[in-house]
T-cell receptor, first 111, second 114 residues
Framework: GIQVEQSPPDLILQEGANSTLRCNFS?????LQWFHQNPWGQLINLFY???GTKQNGRLSATTVATERYSLLYISSSQTTDSGVYFC?????????????FGQGTTLQVKP | NAGVTQTPKFQVLKTGQSMTLQCAQD?????MYWYRQDPGMGLRLIYY???????DKGEVPNGYNVSRLNKREFSLRLESAAPSQTSVYFC?????????????FGQGTRLTVV
């Protein structure tokens, strides 16, 4: 089956720093989403980005579907950015919305 | 507009007990999903439903049953709970049409089986 690999697994930042999280996937995809799981366990939608680039405030994401990777950029990090960031993909042959998740990147932003 | 609502938020069961996790969405979505999240891992799909009256197995369906009661509601049942089913359970929904499968998640149910 499709493999979804996220890097780095853990990241510690000082408040105000920038970071890039990476998601590699091993097959063509219909859908790619980035989520933030906050310390209370809630999954928050960040981006729905099967291809191209999107920006939302301090966050932006780029997916290069032909090269099978996506990047999540966090600029001027804040302590509220702490938590786990998940990349999830839907197989290109699927069209069902069934997601396969990576293992996540755990981010800690220190004040 | 509450999105996806799950009940209960927390539950402790004894081995062998049964229970049903409830999920409802108010976004008029066609597709609904149940995932489980184990410590330090991403979510894995248990079951999904493409439309009212249809269900299909996901990656980890053993020990679970589901019911798509109507377009809004999708329940997950544990007939005889086992400690291996201790996990956080998430319900999700999506429009489900080609090119529009963005998933939205409920707040999760933390289940402990002792």
């Amino acid at each position: 089956g499709i493999q979804v690999e996220q890097s780095p697994p853990d990241l510690i930042l000082q408040e105000g720093a920038n970071s890039t999280l990476r998601c590699n996937f091993s097959d063509s995809v219909n859908n790619l989403q980035w989520f933030h799981q906050n310390p209370w366990g809630q999954l928050i939608n960040l981006f729905y980005i099967p291809s191209g680039t999107k920006q939302n405030g301090r966050l932006s994401a780029t997916t290069v579907a032909t090269e099978r990777y996506s990047l999540l950029y966090i600029s001027s990090s804040q302590t509220t950015d702490s938590g786990v960031y998940f990349c999830a993909v839907e197989l290109g042959s699927s069209n069902t919305g069934k997601l396969i998740f990576g293992q996540g990147t755990t981010l800690q932003v220190k004040p | 507009n509450a999105g996806v609502t799950q009940t209960p938020k927390f539950q402790v069961l004894k081995t062998g007990q049964s229970m049903t996790l409830q999920c409802a969405q108010d976004m008029n979505h066609n597709s609904m999903y149940w995932y489980r999240q184990d410590p330090g891992m991403g979510l894995r799909l248990i079951y999904y439903s493409a439309s009212e009256g249809t269900t299909d197995k996901g990656e980890v369906p053993n020990g679970y049953n589901v019911s798509r009661l109507n377009k809004r509601e999708f329940s997950l049942r544990l007939e005889s709970a086992a400690p291996s089913q201790t996990s956080v359970y998430f319900c999700a929904s999506s429009e489900g049409s080609a090119g529009n499968t963005e998933a939205f998640f409920g707040q999760g149910t933390r289940l402990t089986v002792v």
